[in-house]
């Protein structure tokens, strides 16, 4: 096996371990809500301050990776991630859960910088699309193993004990990056001595805004699912257990769509209509998964439909930067995503109180999926008239 695999290998299982502790605080659910005394208003910003310190932290988190090296960086999100799990672990208060989570934000903004970052320059002109897609399968995954595992267990024990399990699983990913990682020979990553200047084009900067834009739309509508999914059918009569298992349905089935997705992307050579009948089908499902009989089989068509655009979306930044600014450009990137991952997941929780009505979130993810059209028309309308490395359209 070449080199760039065990790579791949060693962060899909730091991103699983993310997404185990992003989805710690939407499976704790019920206990957060009586043991902290707080509204969904709330819990929305909870869950979605994992992403605020993005809007501060990820363009100087590329700089950070390319002055100290992106072992080293990975390294210290990891601490972050580990920290933070621990302070939530001992909350007794809104106040500390909200401390833990930023720190854990922080540390998960530095990671999704680097990670994606790291991939593309161990895999940029090699299988670009099958490697990011199985990279961005890793948050469904660690998600999916949340959703089956962490209300169950914290119904066993304490939510706060189920906290400090997982910060430990944040060592062994930061032992695992310590013991395997390495820079590939063709990077040209600077160490202690490299200069953090960027020098972005006018055309880099705009492209991959409107990129970021259209990965933060599709995230939002796929986290509304996990997140608020299992509020909408505890709703109507399910356990807790009994409604993260279903709902963890659609994210184990996009671990595999994902990375299909990606494979039959590269394949078919049509990334533009594989993302708009995806999307329009990710919508659809979500309009009708509140009113449906039978949830499990529209549970299935989104697991399936949800995994085919990640890789390629992930790739657009590659489509349109210089190899030199990649990682400023992943930073800038994520930062846009992350205010909008804030602001969005924020904004569905305030339209559940406001409503009282547990399916708002879900049909508000139906309707960002539609927007995200628009943004992916013209963002290659742009890349056709301005990007230095124009796409052909398909």
Not at 37 to 42: F, K, P, S, V
Request: aromatic letters at 12%; a neutral charge; glycine letters at 10%.
């Amino acid at each position: 096996m070449e080199n760039r695999w065990i790579i791949l290998a060693v962060l899909f299982t730091v991103r699983t371990v993310m997404g185990i502790h992003f989805q710690s605080v939407a499976s704790f659910t019920p206990f957060l809500i009586e043991d902290l005394d707080i509204d969904y208003t709330r819990l929305g910003i909870l869950i979605g301050l994992y992403h605020l310190p993005g809007v501060v932290l990820a363009f100087p988190g590329g700089l950070l990776g390319k002055r100290f090296g992106d072992k080293r960086v990975a390294m210290s999100g990891l601490v972050l991630l580990t920290i933070g799990g621990l302070i939530m672990g001992a909350a007794d208060s809104y106040a500390l859960s909200v401390l833990g989570r930023l720190l854990s934000g922080f540390g998960g903004i530095l990671l999704n910088v680097l990670l994606t970052k790291m991939i593309a320059d161990w895999f940029a002109g090699k299988e670009i699309i099958t490697a990011m897609a199985i990279l961005v399968s890793s948050w469904p995954f660690g998600i999916s193993l949340g959703l089956i595992s962490l209300g169950k267990l914290a119904t066993a024990s304490s939510w706060q004990f189920v906290m400090v399990l997982i910060a430990g699983a944040c060592l062994i990913a930061l032992a695992l990056v310590a013991a395997f990682y390495r820079t590939p020979p063709t990077a040209s990553e600077q160490g202690a001595t490299g200069s953090p200047d960027v020098k972005f084009t006018g055309q880099e900067l705009l492209l991959v805004i409107v990129a970021s834009i259209i990965w933060m739309l599709f995230n939002v509508g796929f986290i509304a699912l996990p997140s608020f999914g299992p509020d909408l059918f505890t709703s109507v009569g399910y356990t807790v257990t009994a409604a993260g298992s279903m709902v963890s349905m659609v994210t184990w089935i996009i671990v595999f769509s994902v990375q299909f997705g990606g494979y039959i992307s590269e394949k078919i050579g049509r990334p533009n209509i594989i993302l708009v009948v995806c999307f329009v089908g990710i919508a659809s499902g979500m309009f009708l998964l509140p009113y449906s009989a039978h949830p499990i089989a529209l549970f299935v068509w989104l697991g399936l439909i949800f995994g085919p655009p990640a890789g390629i979306i992930m790739a657009l930044p590659a489509e349109v930067l210089h190899p030199e600014n990649r990682a400023a450009g992943m930073g800038l990137f994520y930062s846009v995503y992350y205010g909008g991952m804030t602001a969005l997941t924020s904004l569905a929780g305030y339209l559940r109180d406001l409503t009282q009505n547990a399916a708002t979130p879900i049909l508000f993810g139906g309707v960002l999926l539609i927007i995200a059209i628009i943004i992916l028309v013209i963002f290659r309308t742009l890349q056709a008239r301005i990007s230095p490395f124009p796409a052909e359209v398909k």
